[in-house]
């Protein structure tokens, strides 16, 4: 009864406060993403002091502390069944003889810090054999772990839920955890020391939109596994919220696998590693060091992808383009000093050369470019970079001294021959007659004057005419979707440079322009929601499709942006096939179909949350051919490829780039 008063008064306070509790962001830890070791990935929940003593010695032996490595944290299997008569926690004193306190006094006296383990249920993950959890006994646990010296929480999810009698595991609870979470929150922020939040409900109840109120960090979605497979899964599910990082709050893609005997290979492992140091994750070491190799150390301790993740600016890498069909997308973001990190995924199983389009990053030039782990460096990248990558490799670049995307400084881009000057390197998204492109000369025109202009696409000329003391001019040309276009001006003055744009989209929305054949059909969603266009095609699947007629100004391949919802979230399927995907084809007069591979776009829970998380909507871009001047028929639907989901995603409609 005493735990339930607890409870009950705890949730009274909080009701009655007028001020919302403090932002994490004001109270010191976190202010980039953690960095450290736990015991869970290797040991499971079967820790002890001399485990935690070793790998913590081996954190400062490594010189891994000294690179930000400082949280040791224990996880699950700590605890005993009971409480202490005073009803507060204590250790099993079995595996943990000197005792808690002592481990936390110990780890300070190096320089670390002291991770501890909660669950938001009544018992802790692991059970049995039974460790109280910390349900009920929210404030009195908060000070027990303040009186050990803690620095960190890692709050659990297990056995919470209550009405249906606290089961281990429950992904569709009853009630949302957020109040158990609020709840120890609210007592932790009582201390005048911070003690670092770990929200860790996997992602039950999209934690991104409540989460950084109350805590530093928060798991996206379900446990790692030990398998490659686990990475495009968890990407898939960081996708729709990696802008809500920043200072003081950090969706957690989950502890690493670098380093576990027998998981990863080293170029996965350098993919792992890149992405989660990118997308601003907590970086913590799941592995034993005893026994780790060398490629392994080296890789947790790559200063490259360690400054990057706790760059100042404090914002995530996003997913910028999928080529599902070419096994590899890119993801990029920026960094402190006008830099750009860049990663390209090579999904593929073989070793191959991937080229990264710079644009696809909004970058135009590099005056510098370093591979990562390549360990080279170039200078002057003009519109695209080519290297080789490793099966399930990553193309790791940091971008230095850029230009942005459409823009061509001519002292870069041109060469001048006779009275021809050329721009080379120049980038198109979409093959179309429609560009726009705006000259800037180097200094006013002194006279009327009339210049021509060839592409490499279009050799008939462009005339154009410059007004006595213009500096700039523009024009439509001609360019098809490449990296390597060419842009060629007769007799026209110095030019400073070139600013390109690429032709405006056509909309075409999805219960509108498309015609459906059954099962898929339309729905319309409430105000503010499937936007742009408030409704959507549904139940798009293998024996379904939609179709329209659409008008184009030239043939070729032309670029399209997808709108699509996706929030097939894997819980029970994220143990063994679970993608958090769907997968999508688009086909034009019968041509081969493109397909695209699409990640989860809610941005709400799907337990709990307007639509369920059904009616948030995505963009993702991709490339087509077959296109015919004048009518063309784009198909929608889902030719199901080898793993991928039996449903297509929802599609509230498409911009075709003409």
Sequence with gaps: MIALISFFLVSTA??????????????????TPQMGWNTYNQYNCYPNESIVRENAQALLDTGLADLGYKYVTID??????????????????????????AIGEWLHSQGLLFGVYGDSGILLCGSPPNSTGNLYYEDIDARTFADWGADSLKYDNCYSDAATNYPNVNYAPSTSPEPRFTNMSFYLQSFDRPILFQVCEWGIDFPALWAPAIGHSWRIGNDITPHWRSIFRTLNQAVPQTDFAGPGQWPDLDMLLVGLDGVLTVPEEQTHFSLWGILKSPLTIGAKFEGMRAESLEILGNEDVISYNQDALGVSAALKRRYTDQGYEVWAGPLEGGRVVAAVINWRGEDREITLDLPDVGVQYAGTLKNVWAGESVERVQTSYSAAVKAHGVLLVELGDVVDAGVYPGDIFAVTDGDKTTFSDIYAITSSPNHSLNITLSEPATGATNISITTSSSKTPISVSIPAGSLTISAKISLIASSNNTITFHSAPTISSLTLTPPKPTYYTGTS?????????????PDGFCLPAGSKIVDLSTSSSASAQINSSSSGTKYLEIDYINNEVAFDSAWNWGSNSRNLTISVNGDEPVRLEVPLSGRHSELFGPGLGWWDSGRLGVLTGGWSEGAN???????????????????????VYD
């Design 14 to 31: 909080l009701a009655a406060r007028s001020s919302p509790l403090k932002p994490r962001l004001d109270d010191g830890p976190a202010l």
């Design 76 to 101: 699950c299997g700590w605890g005993v069944d009971e409480r202490l008569p005073d009803g507060t926690l204590t250790w099993n004193p079995d595996t943990f003889p000197s005792g808690f306190p």
């Design 513 to 525: 322009d498309f015609s459906l054949s059954a099962p898929a059909n339309t729905y319309t969603c």
């Design 633 to 655: 028929e784009v198909v929608l639907g889902n030719e199901v490829q080898e793993g991928s989901s039996d449903w297509a995603p929802d599609v509230v409609g498409v911009a």
